[in-house]
DNA sequence: GAGTTTGAAACT
DNA sequence: CAGTTTCAAACTC
């Protein structure tokens, strides 16, 4: 294993250090020499970080608190666990050569070794960084009999997977990709030659935002340069690449020599959640180049300042990943192959090698809150391990999930608190196919029937979106046994959407990336690729585990009814409306069950909360039945759940209607139209009569200029009465003193209607009676004043009174 | 709040 | 694919 020092993250761009624990060799003759990489050799010792930012456990006794950091590397040894004290949770799996081998996943309670497969143990602890997770997934050796020298690791298809991504606290992306076949079609990118490679490395990088590409490759020595050189073009962004060579301490393939380089993309521009929403997670790149006898090895590194570095020490191997500096995250898990022989392993990662399911998560949170994963993973065959990953963050994150899918239902379930945007792309990495693949809908829909491929995910694959509401605090599920591996994402967010398996629906896999936005696909368990079942994720986080349990469980979808209450809970500590970014109007259907597009909970994959429908059936209660319906909207129109305004041909900021609307009396210019609703221009593909809504219309633009007016006018009278409250405020409590000091000024507040007459009264009264009496002016006048201090007198008296009563009745 | 209008979705 | 019906939201009163 690869350590790196806790310092990565704030050195990251500049440097990456290399601890002495770790049995790596250097490789300075093999370092590039090229200015953008950096390689240093870190101290022995990797500060241990006291705070436990982030963790991405899979373990599925881990509890919310606790915090793991799961590394799957491909080595040929055994995959071991590492943990800290802190909880935090090092996993690392491995896959045989068969690409079946059982995941083994330990957790801090359980320190067993994953069945038949040992991990280099750490020599040196390991600091991760907050809210980054690193992930290693054993790429399966090749036998002997392949012709490979023994050790050789071979990547193969299903069992290449390889995530390390990590999010800088500026938001930069770091990857971190271990040696993969150049070969491979992820190199496309120009990195390079995949000749003579005996491991192959999948890289699966996720980014917070849409361009990040970031390109992170650990190295055999000899490619080393080829890797940096590669790296360029790879990315729009600019990476910085720190390289440095390391010996990996133990490997049944002999003595590893590797380099990991490190590539930080410097330009930290389109972290904002909407570039997070469109291409988050990008990409996994296969950045492998293979080396004989060395074992390929994943590391995630995330970039952080945070000063609550996360410090994982592990017998076996110890990767040190710099503190997080902020909350950003890149959460990264690839299942590489399902670990038959350790299913109750404590740490499973819901490998499922065969078929190479992954999942991808990418989180990117602006606050410093530590991450926290669950993991949990199902014990025996017959159940399928479960894996949460949870990433925590307060800010609002931008969160990417991809689900492989595969015969071998897995589902993986990663919690990002925080994120406000919950992404669940599903990859599928099947065997076989060497070209990497893209997540992208069309070519993705049925893992079981595509080859196997390097994974590779970007921004075409299956992207669902949810805006979510940022969580506080991070729930952790705990996966029910399964059938089948499970990984379950849990997000403290409302949003967030999970699809559970279900009863077979085959044809609801050829529309999996149609799927309502955050919606996450699992396979059924048992049921091979064909079973899926939408959940939304905000059940799925509010489940308790039994719930879930039940959820995933390959019966079906017999949910408490428990559920469907929870769902209406505060999540939190938040109220649903508090939690919601993106506040929904509460359906009223009555006749279309709410499993229908009518409605437009259903439409937008979510769950009826708080809604005025009648005999709704958009509920977990009725997940079967909701389960066909979705089956038939994707049947009548694959794109049933996709989002109707997209991009334009234009270009990005060019918002367009996907079908365009039919509008005939309202001119497009009510809310009747879906264009004008959506607050876009018709297009040449409205197919609307008398449309108004266009650029150069003088109604539409009166329209706009009265509804500017209206809303400025809602605005200055919101503003008026702010003001006048703080005046008002203001001056009571500035009067106040004056009243109770005994001061000059009177509260004029006092001073009301009926006071000011009751004192015009009185000195009219004291006129008359000078008139009366014959008084000189001057002395008429005199009394007159007379009388008008005694009015103030008395009123100033009074309003010290009534302060003084209201400060001992107060 | 009831009734009407509207257009997307669903159906034929 | 076109025409019709159903449906729920938008709108009006």
């Not at 050790?151 to 999010?167: I, N, P, R, S, W």
């Not at 939408?534 to 039940?550: C, E, G, K, M």
């Amino acid at each position: 294993m690869d350590v790196v020092s806790p310092d990565l993250n704030s050195i990251l761009p500049d440097e990456i250090m290399d601890t002495e624990a770790i049995a790596m060799e250097e490789d300075p003759p093999n370092e590039p020499s090229s200015s953008s990489t950096l390689s240093e050799t870190e101290p022995a010792q990797v500060p241990m970080e006291t705070e436990v930012p982030e963790i991405v456990g899979l373990c599925p006794a881990t509890t919310p608190t606790q915090k793991t950091q799961a590394l799957t590397t491909s080595t040929t040894t055994d995959s071991t666990l590492c943990s800290n004290s802190s909880g935090t949770q090092l996993l690392v799996t491995s896959s045989s050569s068969s690409g079946l081998k059982p995941l083994t996943t330990s957790t801090t309670q359980s320190s067993s070794p994953v069945v038949g497969q040992t991990l280099p143990k750490l020599s040196a602890p390991i600091t991760l960084p907050a809210n980054h997770q690193l992930i290693l997934n054993k790429v399966a050796v090749s036998p002997a009999a392949d012709g490979k020298p023994p050790g050789t690791a071979v990547l193969k298809q299903e069992g290449q997977k390889l995530l390390v991504t990590g999010l800088s606290k500026t938001g930069q992306p770091l990857v971190l990709a271990l040696p993969h076949t150049w070969s491979k079609p992820a190199t496309s990118q120009g990195t390079g030659d995949g000749k003579a490679q005996t491991t192959q490395f999948k890289v699966v990088t996720a980014g917070a935002r849409t361009d990040l590409k970031p390109v992170i490759g650990v190295q055999a020595v000899s490619s080393a340069s080829q890797l940096l050189g590669s790296s360029t073009p790879l990315q729009a962004q600019q990476l910085k690449t720190v390289q440095f060579t390391k010996k990996t301490p133990v490997s049944t393939a002999g003595p590893m020599i590797t380099k990991l380089i490190i590539t930080k993309a410097l330009n930290n521009k389109g972290l904002t959640s909407q570039a997070a929403v469109q291409a988050p997670v990008v990409t996994g790149r296969v950045l492998s180049q293979t080396t004989p006898s060395t074992p390929p090895r994943s590391i995630a590194v995330g970039e952080s300042v945070s000063t609550v570095p996360q410090s994982i020490s592990s017998s076996s191997s110890k990767v040190a990943i710099s503190p997080l500096k902020s909350p950003s995250k890149l959460t990264v898990v690839s299942v590489a192959s399902q670990s038959p022989n350790s299913p109750q392993k404590p740490v499973a990662l819901p490998l499922n090698v065969a078929l190479g399911q992954q999942i991808l998560a990418v989180q990117q949170t602006s606050t410093t809150s530590p991450v926290k994963v669950g993991t949990s993973q199902s014990t025996a065959q017959a159940v399928k391990p479960v894996q949460t990953v949870a990433v925590g963050g307060v800010g609002q994150p931008q969160f990417k999930t991809i689900i492989p899918l595969a015969t071998q239902p897995n589902v993986q379930q990663i919690q990002v608190p925080g994120s406000r945007f919950h992404y669940v792309r599903l990859v599928t990495a099947t065997t076989g196919g060497n070209t990497p693949q893209t997540a992208s809908p069309s070519t993705n829909t049925n893992p079981a029937i595509q080859p196997a491929k390097p994974m590779m995910m970007n921004t075409a694959a299956v992207r669902m979106s949810v805006p979510i509401v940022p969580a506080q605090t991070v729930k952790q599920v705990v996966p029910k046994p399964m059938t089948s591996a499970t990984q379950v994402v849990t997000t403290s967010q409302t949003q967030q959407r999970l699809i559970m398996p279900a009863t077979p629906l085959p044809q609801i896999q050829p529309n999996l990336t149609n799927l309502p936005p955050g919606t996450v696909l699992a396979p059924a368990p048992g049921a091979g690729s064909m079973g899926y079942a939408v959940l939304p994720a905000q059940y799925v986080t509010q489940l308790p585990q039994s719930a879930f349990v039940t959820l995933a469980s390959s019966s079906g979808f017999s949910t408490p009814t428990s559920i469907q209450t929870q769902a209406r809970l505060p999540l939190n500590g938040l109220s649903a409306s508090d939690t919601t970014s993106r506040p929904r109007k509460p359906c009223n259907c009555t006749k279309s069950q709410c499993l229908k597009l009518y409605c437009d909970c259903f439409a937008n994959g979510e769950f009826c909360n708080n809604c005025n429908c009648v005999n709704c059936f958009n509920n977990l209660d009725h997940e079967s039945e909701r389960l066909k319906a979705i089956k038939a909207c994707l049947d009548r129109n694959p794109v049933a759940f996709k989002p109707k305004i997209g991009k334009g041909k234009e270009g990005e900021s060019d918002r367009r209607h996907s079908k365009g609307c039919n509008c005939k009396k309202s001119g497009c210019l009510k809310n009747y139209c879906e264009c004008y609703e959506a607050k876009i221009m018709c297009s040449s593909i409205c197919k609307c009569v008398g449309c108004k809504n266009f650029e150069e219309s003088p109604e539409r633009k009166t329209l706009m200029h009265l509804a500017d007016a209206a809303e400025v006018r809602v605005q200055q009278q919101t503003a008026a009465k702010t003001k006048l409250s703080s005046q008002i405020s203001d001056l009571l409590t500035r009067t106040t003193p004056a009243i109770t000091s005994g001061g000059g000024k009177l509260p004029y507040t006092f001073v009301t209607k009926e006071v000011a007459e009751a004192t015009c009264d009185c000195l009219l009264e004291q006129a008359e009676k000078a008139e009366l009496t014959n008084q000189p002016q001057a002395l008429a006048e005199r009394l007159i004043l007379e009388e008008f201090g005694r009015c103030l007198r008395r009123i100033i008296s009074f309003a010290s009174k009534a302060k003084t009563d209201c400060s001992i009745n107060c």
